[in-house]
């Protein structure tokens, strides 16, 4: 399977621990963005990066989160001191250097669930 | 504020019989509209889209009409499968920009 794979699929933690998060893009696929899906809503953006270079982030990333994408390949999306609102689905979604930026690839998603 | 919203939260179609699911909108700024589908356990995937320049979209059994008077969209699925059962995202992409903004989705279920 060639698509856009995120790993663990399902995270449970304790408040205040950190937690992290990889997302494998499908491969040549230079954007890649973070979403959060919280129950009943769609998914809210996050962040993109477009090969290493991260070029945007939502109010919603507090100080607490960060991503990276070190050589543009695979990214990490940690969350540090983890509160229970963080509890939601978290998605990855890329997209190809000459596609029309809507049309996002997204991965299955890791549910964090904060206890 | 949600720029992009969807009022029906749920919606069951009879096999056969025309689909249609809603969208609103309030940024005028928005370049495309877009139709996400999206199956239990998967993530979402593209299913159709719209320029802002654009009035209707057709692909297949999926057509996808704008209304910019009322800053309104549809989607129409006809005829309306089994497999068509899943929750729709209506979405928006602003103009320059690279995040694409969601609804809260649509549950469509499909009777026999």
């Known amino acids: 399977d060639t698509g856009v794979s995120q790993d663990p699929r399902h995270k449970i933690t304790k408040r205040g621990q950190n937690v992290t998060f990889r997302c494998d893009p499908i491969?040549?696929?230079?954007?890649l963005y973070w979403y959060r899906q919280t129950l009943g809503q769609g998914p809210e953006f996050l962040t993109y990066f477009q090969n290493e270079a991260q070029l945007e982030k939502s109010r919603l990333l507090s100080d607490r989160f960060s991503a990276e994408r070190p050589k543009g390949s695979f990214s990490t999306l940690e969350i540090q001191r983890t509160e229970q609102g963080d509890s939601a689905m978290y998605l990855c979604?890329?997209?190809?250097?000459?596609?029309?930026?809507?049309?996002?690839?997204f991965g299955p998603g890791t549910r964090l669930t904060v206890t | 504020d949600q720029q992009v919203k969807q009022n029906s939260p749920s919606l069951s179609v009879q096999e056969g019989r025309i689909s249609i699911l809603n969208c609103d909108y309030t940024?005028?700024?928005?370049?495309?509209f877009l139709w996400y589908k999206k199956y239990p356990a998967e993530g979402p995937t593209f299913l159709i889209s719209i320029s802002s320049i654009k009035d209707k979209n057709e692909d297949g059994r999926f057509t996808v009409f704008l209304n910019k008077s009322a800053k309104h969209l549809s989607l129409h699925i006809v005829p309306s499968q089994p497999g068509d059962s899943a929750v729709y995202f209506c979405a928006a992409l602003p103009a320059s920009a690279s995040k694409i903004i969601f609804g809260s989705g649509t549950r469509l279920s499909i009777r026999p």
């Open positions: 940024n005028s700024m928005f370049d495309y």
């Open positions: 491969s040549e696929h230079n954007r």
């Open positions: 979604a890329t997209s190809p250097r000459s596609g029309k930026g809507y049309e996002q690839y």
